[in-house]
């Protein structure tokens, strides 16, 4: 009868009409279908947005047939899971993504060919999900396909910022920074759970209650604030399975909204209202330090409390205790999560102290983004107590065992015992996030070689004394479907062509088989011309953007990314100086020996860093100079991309002949955009510093410009300071003071940064060898089929900078979970 299950679900998919069709006249169908019911317009008249978001619609149909399947295997077969905790996600665009992992591009492709539209017209439609600042939530994004495509029954938590990263807007050569509202036109791929909704609370006072003769503690709120779920699918690539990004919003509390009412406070629980979704509202835009701010404090234990009760919530339907879930703390962010999770389990589950810290060491494993100890988040006692004052008992009394335990183990050394504590003791107190994660987490790893011996010698060193098997290393990774497959594909076929199969973009340690026909001049020819095209789409970009025409035969020589100090964009720029001082002075019958560069820079300052949008500022005063210079013409140009983001990486990087990775070493943790570039087929020009090390591991020195002082001179160069300042390096900075570039005044305190004594990032001391390693590239440039062969080896050796091994890696050494894969073929 229809009253069994298996007969009302036959019934249910009967109705149904089984499941979405992909040939061409159904993806048709559904589009207008989309076009006329979701996005109400009539079928014969719509524009290319009403299209895409039609299309999306449509897309996100697929997505959430297989999300279903996924999670009801998931259900049904319960393995142990990993929830991926991350404060930040740089998603970009989803479309391309999406049909190109569910492996429905042509067809759509096809279908709306048939109806008049363009694939690639209607994907530039789309906006960037920008809800993270840099590297840490770029790789968040890419780790989380890898997850999906990998079959690992993973979720990843977030929160959903309603202002996204700043969009960066040039005039007169400033940055001003103007509000991302992303989510203005809607956001086709999300799916609100009105249903999955938690009660955050804050603020208010602890007391002690007697529960069946036990004293425990419970927390009074004094505001609480909703939690409502947004569910992001995340497609694998040949599979079936697709995982879930979660993401959390703020809404108002029913029961506040309530109260407030009956009082008759109809003004103030208006105010609470917005004050509620004001938690979630807008991503903090600088990635250097954290300050102690109210607001950010309550974003974290927000994001933490919502997904901990998810996962607790979803845990307990299944099991009866909670001796498995393993959870990653991406950085110090989520690091909250663990007082969150003993609160549960001593307060509200009874569990005991000791059996709660027993399984939450179980749980926790936690990952260093940063490789200074001002990257690391440190909490005011007074504003943590404040707002969560039970948390703040938890630290305490988890900080008094882990000291105590400490002095048995090391003895009364007052100094180390200081330097482990999770509170700082100083003017002001306060909780050493990091501190805290380490003493929790089974596992504590670095994100590249360097990155992990850097914190086993210096900035964890007395932890890792303490408990060396703790401390592992995973070098970063990016994923291949995005930064070949869907933004090159003229490469993605030349590869599949050249392989004999499209199994790398799964299995992408087989690009190794490139190696073989590096020096084979057909090979070399058609790679040749795959560069030609990504060149042309990035000159039109350019000229589109800043009217400055470029020259293709011209070397196209990239740095993007944030503009910091360390990162040393100031050393390009004051390199290109020198480039083009030489040019002015040279014999004009040299010229023809000089290799024409275009110079591309492009990156965002965080809205307080002065010194970083100074170097904005000298970037486009050198470039006005240079781009209207009639005598230097095609053999120098300099353009700033402006609102650097992931669908201008798209563009950018695989139009790039040169990119620079260029901070100072020890200072940058891993870098993941060297390896975007490198895997399509860009040369780097490098110091030795966080993956590098890897890249020349696996491609040989030979295949790259590496220059610069190493990891460990670095100090002594410092204590030797401005003496080493060589003159090419004294005479641009002079020009810069002198006015050359107009802005004299203005530039003062930053050429100080260089020349006032310090040069704390070593401008003076690499400069030299940075020219050398220009000169290098100039000469390698000038030889096509040389420079060829090393960017096919470069392509050649980038598999193991995907981030399908980092998660492989994760999942088997510290995860210890199996991939769980929908049984069909996807
Ligand atoms: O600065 C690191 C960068 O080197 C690394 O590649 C990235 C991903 O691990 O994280 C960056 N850190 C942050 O974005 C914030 O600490």
């Not at 027993?358 to 404040?386: Q, W, Y």
């Not at 900035?459 to 890792?464: A, E, Q, R, V």
């Not at 030349?494 to 392989?499: A, N």
């Not at 950018?652 to 620079?660: E, M, R, Y």
Request: aromatic share 10%; proline share 3%; charged share 25%.
């Amino acid at each position: 009868s229809l009253g069994s299950d298996s007969a009302k679900a036959e019934r249910m998919f009967r109705l149904m009409d089984g499941f979405l069709k992909n040939d061409s006249i159904s993806l048709q169908q559904d589009i207008l279908r989309h076009v006329e019911y979701t996005v109400a317009r009539s079928r014969f008249n719509f524009d290319d947005f009403e299209a895409y978001q039609a299309l999306a619609h449509s897309v996100r149909d697929r997505l959430i047939e297989r999300s279903h399947d996924t999670q009801l295997y998931f259900k049904r077969k319960d393995p142990k899971r990993v929830y991926f905790l991350s404060f930040e996600y740089l998603m970009g665009r989803s479309l391309s993504n999406s049909v190109i992992n569910l492996g429905i591009r042509d067809q759509y492709a096809d279908a709306l060919s048939q109806l008049g539209f363009e694939f690639e017209v209607l994907a530039e439609q789309e906006g960037d999900a920008a809800l993270g600042n840099g590297g840490l939530a770029r790789l968040s994004a890419c780790q989380m396909d890898s997850m999906a495509t990998l079959d690992y029954p993973a979720w990843g938590y977030g929160l959903r910022y309603e202002y996204g990263l700043f969009r960066q807007v040039i005039l007169d050569g400033f940055q001003h920074e103007q509000p991302d509202f992303w989510l203005n036109f809607g956001n086709p791929w999300e799916t609100e759970r009105v249903h999955v909704t938690y009660p955050v609370k804050f603020y208010g006072v602890v007391e002690e209650e007697n529960l069946n003769g036990e004293k425990c503690n419970v927390w009074i709120p004094g505001e609480v604030v909703e939690a409502v779920a947004y569910d992001n699918p995340i497609p694998g690539y040949g599979t079936r399975n697709t995982i879930t990004l979660r993401l959390w919003a703020g809404k108002p509390s029913d029961q506040h909204d309530m109260e407030a009412y009956n009082t008759g406070d109809y003004i103030n629980a208006v105010v609470c209202r917005q004050k509620a979704e004001n938690i979630s509202s807008v991503l903090y835009p600088d990635d250097r330090s954290f300050q102690g701010k109210e607001l950010r404090l309550k974003q974290q234990y927000f994001f933490v409390s919502a997904s901990i009760q998810d996962i607790i919530r979803r845990f307990k339907e299944a099991h009866s205790n909670f001796d498995e879930f393993p959870e990653k703390l991406n950085d110090t962010h989520p690091s909250l999560a663990i007082a969150e999770v003993m609160r549960v389990l001593v307060d509200k589950e009874h569990l005991g102290w000791n059996k709660a810290w027993d399984i939450a060491c179980k749980i926790f494993s936690f990952t260093i983004h940063a490789v200074i100890a001002e990257g690391l988040e440190k909490i005011p006692v007074d504003l943590l107590g404040s707002l969560l004052p039970r948390h703040l008992q938890i630290i305490y009394e988890i900080n008094f065992t882990f000291v105590e335990e400490l002095k048995k183990r090391i003895g009364l050394d007052y100094n180390r015992l200081s330097r482990m504590s999770i509170i700082e003791e100083g003017a002001v107190k306060s909780i050493r996030m990091a501190n805290l994660a380490i003493v929790c987490s089974h596992t504590v790893n670095g994100v590249s070689k360097v990155h992990s011996e850097l914190l086993k010698a210096k900035l964890f060193k007395d932890f890792y004394e303490l408990w060396p098997q703790k401390f592992q290393c995973k070098t970063n990774g990016v994923t291949q479907r995005r930064w070949i497959v869907v933004s090159n594909p003229s490469l993605c076929a030349l590869i599949s062509k050249w392989l004999g199969t499209e199994a790398w973009i799964r299995d992408v340690d087989l690009l190794t088989g490139l190696r073989a026909y590096a020096a084979d001049p057909d090979l070399q020819q058609e790679w040749m011309m795959v560069k030609k095209v990504n060149k042309m789409r990035l000159a039109e970009y350019i000229e589109a953007m800043s009217g400055v025409k470029v020259s293709l035969d011209a070397m196209f020589d990239v740095q993007t990314k944030r503009i910091h100090e360390y990162k040393r964009q100031l050393l390009n720029i004051l390199g290109i100086i020198h480039r083009y001082d030489c040019i002015k002075n040279m014999e004009k019958s040299q010229r023809s020996k000089v290799v024409p560069r275009v110079c591309i820079i492009g990156g965002k300052a965080a809205p307080g860093y002065e010194i970083a949008k100074k170097i904005i500022k000298l970037c486009h005063a050198v470039a006005e100079k240079i781009n209207n210079d009639t005598d230097v013409g095609d053999l120098l140009k300099l353009v700033f991309i402006p609102d650097y983001n992931v669908s201008v990486a798209e563009l950018v990087i695989p139009g790039a002949d040169l990119s620079q990775h260029i901070s100072t070493a020890g200072h940058e943790a891993s870098g993941t955009g060297s390896m975007k570039f490198l895997m399509n087929g860009c040369l780097l020009l490098a110091t030795e510093d966080g993956s590098t090390v890897e890249i020349v591991e696996e491609i040989g020195a030979d295949n790259l410009f590496l220059f610069g002082a190493k990891i460990h001179e670095v100090p002594k160069l410092r204590e030797e300071g401005s003496p080493k300042m060589p003159l090419q390096c004294a005479r641009v900075i002079r020009m810069v003071r002198d006015g050359y570039f107009g802005f004299k005044d203005y530039f003062e305190s930053l050429c100080d940064t260089v020349d006032g004594g310090k040069d704390f990032y070593l401008l003076g001391s690499d400069f030299e060898s940075y020219l050398e390693a220009q000169a290098a590239a100039d000469k390698a440039f000038a030889d096509p089929n040389k420079w060829t062969q090393m960017s096919i080896l470069s392509a050649a050796g980038s598999g193991r900078f995907s981030s399908d091994r980092t998660i492989r890696d994760y999942a088997e050494k510290t995860w210890g979970i199996e991939p769980c894969r929908f049984p069909s073929d996807g």
